[in-house]
Protein backbone atom coordinates (compact mmCIF):
# COMPACT_ATOMS: atom_id res chain seq x y z
CA UNK A 1 0.00 0.00 0.00
CA UNK A 2 1.34 3.67 -0.80
CA UNK A 3 1.42 6.12 1.90
CA UNK A 4 0.49 9.15 -0.74
CA UNK A 5 -3.03 10.35 -0.21
CA UNK A 6 -6.13 9.03 -3.03
CA UNK A 7 -6.19 10.93 -6.03
CA UNK A 8 -2.67 11.74 -5.91
CA UNK A 9 -0.80 11.69 -9.10
CA UNK A 10 2.75 11.64 -9.73
CA UNK A 11 5.12 11.77 -12.83
CA UNK A 12 8.52 10.80 -13.68
CA UNK A 13 10.98 12.63 -15.78
CA UNK A 14 10.55 10.24 -18.33
CA UNK A 15 6.91 11.14 -18.58
CA UNK A 16 7.06 14.90 -18.31
CA UNK A 17 10.12 15.08 -21.13
CA UNK A 18 8.72 12.49 -23.63
CA UNK A 19 8.06 13.35 -27.14
CA UNK A 20 4.37 14.35 -27.94
CA UNK A 21 3.67 12.62 -31.22
CA UNK A 22 0.12 14.43 -32.12
CA UNK A 23 -0.21 17.90 -30.89
CA UNK A 24 -3.84 18.77 -29.67
CA UNK A 25 -5.98 21.65 -28.73
CA UNK A 26 -4.66 24.03 -26.14
CA UNK A 27 -8.42 24.40 -24.70
CA UNK A 28 -10.74 21.55 -25.57
CA UNK A 29 -7.80 18.98 -26.22
CA UNK A 30 -9.12 18.04 -29.24
CA UNK A 31 -6.72 15.97 -31.66
CA UNK A 32 -5.98 18.95 -34.19
CA UNK A 33 -6.39 18.05 -37.92
CA UNK A 34 -3.52 16.89 -39.64
CA UNK A 35 -1.75 18.19 -42.82
CA UNK A 36 -3.68 15.55 -45.33
CA UNK A 37 -7.58 17.51 -44.78
CA UNK A 38 -10.69 15.23 -46.25
CA UNK A 39 -13.00 16.98 -48.66
CA UNK A 40 -15.67 16.51 -46.20
CA UNK A 41 -13.97 18.95 -43.41
CA UNK A 42 -14.47 21.78 -45.64
CA UNK A 43 -12.18 24.45 -44.44
CA UNK A 44 -10.40 22.85 -41.16
CA UNK A 45 -7.99 25.76 -40.43
CA UNK A 46 -6.40 25.29 -37.32
CA UNK A 47 -4.56 28.03 -35.48
CA UNK A 48 -2.69 29.55 -32.95
CA UNK A 49 -2.97 31.27 -29.67
CA UNK A 50 -0.61 34.12 -28.63
CA UNK A 51 0.65 34.38 -24.83
CA UNK A 52 2.85 36.81 -24.39
CA UNK A 53 3.99 38.08 -20.54
CA UNK A 54 6.58 40.18 -19.02
CA UNK A 55 8.87 40.33 -16.11
CA UNK A 56 10.83 42.84 -15.82
CA UNK A 57 12.86 43.38 -19.10
CA UNK A 58 12.07 39.85 -20.22
CA UNK A 59 9.75 38.93 -22.49
CA UNK A 60 8.32 35.80 -23.08
CA UNK A 61 6.19 34.56 -26.13
CA UNK A 62 4.08 31.03 -26.31
CA UNK A 63 1.76 30.03 -29.39
CA UNK A 64 -0.07 27.15 -28.07
CA UNK A 65 -2.20 25.57 -31.46
CA UNK A 66 -6.02 25.64 -31.15
CA UNK A 67 -8.50 23.87 -32.89
CA UNK A 68 -10.56 25.48 -36.08
CA UNK A 69 -13.76 25.87 -32.81
CA UNK A 70 -11.47 27.06 -30.23
CA UNK A 71 -9.99 29.81 -32.53
CA UNK A 72 -12.89 31.07 -33.76
CA UNK A 73 -14.70 31.06 -30.28
CA UNK A 74 -11.58 32.94 -28.68
CA UNK A 75 -11.58 35.44 -31.84
CA UNK A 76 -15.20 36.23 -31.86
CA UNK A 77 -14.93 37.11 -28.11
CA UNK A 78 -11.81 39.36 -28.27
CA UNK A 79 -13.45 41.33 -30.87
CA UNK A 80 -16.94 41.90 -28.62
CA UNK A 81 -15.17 42.50 -26.02
CA UNK A 82 -12.77 45.29 -28.15
CA UNK A 83 -16.21 46.81 -29.26
CA UNK A 84 -17.56 46.99 -25.74
CA UNK A 85 -14.43 48.75 -24.75
CA UNK A 86 -14.28 51.19 -28.05
CA UNK A 87 -18.37 52.39 -26.79
CA UNK A 88 -17.23 53.19 -22.95
CA UNK A 89 -14.76 55.40 -23.90
Known sequence: MSDLPK????????ALFQEISQTSCDVC?????????????????????LLVWARGEERRYQEPPLCPSCASAIGVSALQRWEIEEEEG
Not at 29 to 49: I, L, Y
Open 7 to 14: GFVTAGHA
Open 29 to 49: AAPMPGSAHDEDEGQAVSGRG
